[in-house]
């Protein structure tokens, strides 16, 4: 590492960047709170499978609907500004869900209520962070930003925040959420302490309208391979994914009687695995580039999916969770810097919308589709489910494997040489 590059880094942390990894870290540290006390409050409420599914599906559904206009509007308006009064809201929000939960008036009905509520407004929030992090950090260092943004939130989420779920629920049911609520208002403040200015963005053309706009970020996907492919085969994988994570509370606390701290557990061997990702990634992708990481992922989690499903032991199912988990870490960091990198200035929010969007598309079907196949033929056929999916998904990768090349880079240990659009 130069001198200049150690300077930099020291710069981003003590800067804006620090300030923005501090409020991504905070808010994922309460999101892991309610995430994982959401699942065991529905599984207290009902029994049915399918019910404590369809929880994690409302959890997705406002990506199909207000995705893409999210991502417009990111573009439109003062990033900074929209994500701190989004986080005020969704404190608010948590909160008075909290107040019911200690009132005695928690109801299944209601967690759906919660989960689509914030999902909608998540929209706006992902996609004007997205779009506001490369006027954040120099390009060189926009990957490994990347990494170390997705590394602090699958520390907070998994070490730090799921296994002190147990510990919150025994001071009461409501404390988890009380605790997200608390968060996401300490972020907002952070969020409005950024200095930078805003990215600049051309005018908009006279009579241009959301709709148009969105088209617009639709057409720029569409017209790169290589993230045309990513996208798809995202949104295959996240079909998967939606059925294993909907129905892994099941798994774990029915068949393998391991209970909250068995619950506990699984998910964070999932975030020991996510962090190894993060340090093995840079030697990853200066092997294989970008793209060819991200098919060696998929086939991976393949593997990973189908032990779960066919081994009847919590010990094989933590242990398999942890090398997905490695491999989704892999996954992540490298899809959203190749669409960050490929995206021309001024339309990541909505290049970043339409990838999200589509990509989360079949999350829903998928978490329906586990509950019922947990339902019908026990929760151990979810993971096998989700492995259905990834099988064609890797497939969909294949065609764009040679759209970058293995190079040195000064951030990450890896870079992505950047193909002409």
């Not at 510990?167 to 609520?181: E, I, W």
Request: with cysteine; aromatic share 6%.
């Amino acid at each position: 590492m130069t001198a200049v590059e150690a300077g930099e880094r020291r710069h981003q942390w003590r800067g804006d960047f620090g300030r923005l990894w501090s409020a991504a870290v905070l808010s994922s540290f309460g999101d892991a709170l309610r995430t994982a006390a959401l699942p065991l409050l529905a599984a207290s409420l009902t029994d049915d499978p399918l019910l404590i599914a369809s929880v994690s599906a409302c959890g997705h559904l406002p990506w199909l609907i207000f995705g893409l206009a999210g991502g417009a509007i990111a573009d439109r308006v003062d990033q900074r500004r929209a994500m701190w009064t989004v986080d005020i809201v969704r404190g608010l929000l948590v909160a008075a869900f909290a107040a019911a939960v200690v009132l005695g008036h928690a109801s299944i009905p209601l967690l759906f209520v919660l989960a689509f509520t914030l999902t909608t407004l998540e929209t706006l929030f992902d996609n004007a962070a997205t779009a506001l992090l490369p006027a954040l950090v120099d390009p060189a260092a926009l990957a490994g930003a990347n990494a170390r943004l997705m590394t602090g939130q699958r520390l907070a989420r998994g070490l730090l925040g799921a296994p002190l779920v147990p510990l919150l629920l025994a001071a009461g049911t409501a404390a988890p959420f009380a605790a997200d609520a608390a968060t996401f208002l300490l972020a907002a403040a952070l969020v409005a302490s950024l200095r930078a200015a805003a990215p600049e963005r051309k005018p908009r053309p006279a009579g241009s309208t959301l709709r148009r706009e969105i088209a617009d970020g639709l057409r720029t996907l569409w017209r790169d391979p290589p993230l045309r492919g990513l996208c798809a085969a995202t949104a295959l994988c996240n079909t998967g994914v939606g059925a294993l994570v909907a129905t892994l509370v099941v798994l774990i606390t029915g068949p393998l009687h391991a209970g909250a701290a068995g619950y506990a557990a699984a998910t964070g061997a999932y975030t020991v695995g996510a962090l190894a990702g993060a340090a093995v990634n840079g030697r990853l992708v200066t092997r294989l580039g970008r793209t060819r990481a991200v098919l060696l992922a998929g086939t991976v989690q393949t593997g990973a999916l189908v032990a779960m499903g066919a081994v009847r032991s919590l010990t094989a199912v933590v242990a398999a969770l942890a090398v997905f988990g490695l491999m989704g870490m892999v996954w992540n960091v490298n899809t959203t810097t190749l669409m960050q990198q490929r995206t021309p200035a001024g339309m990541v929010g909505r290049v970043a919308a339409a990838f999200r969007t589509l990509a989360v598309a079949g999350a829903p079907l998928g978490a329906l589709l586990g509950g019922a196949a947990a339902a019908a033929w026990g929760a151990g056929s979810a993971p096998l489910l989700a492995a259905a999916f990834f099988v064609p998904s890797v497939g969909a990768l294949i065609p764009a494997r040679k759209a970058d090349v293995p190079v040195a880079a000064p951030d990450d240990g890896a870079a992505t040489a950047r193909v002409p659009r």
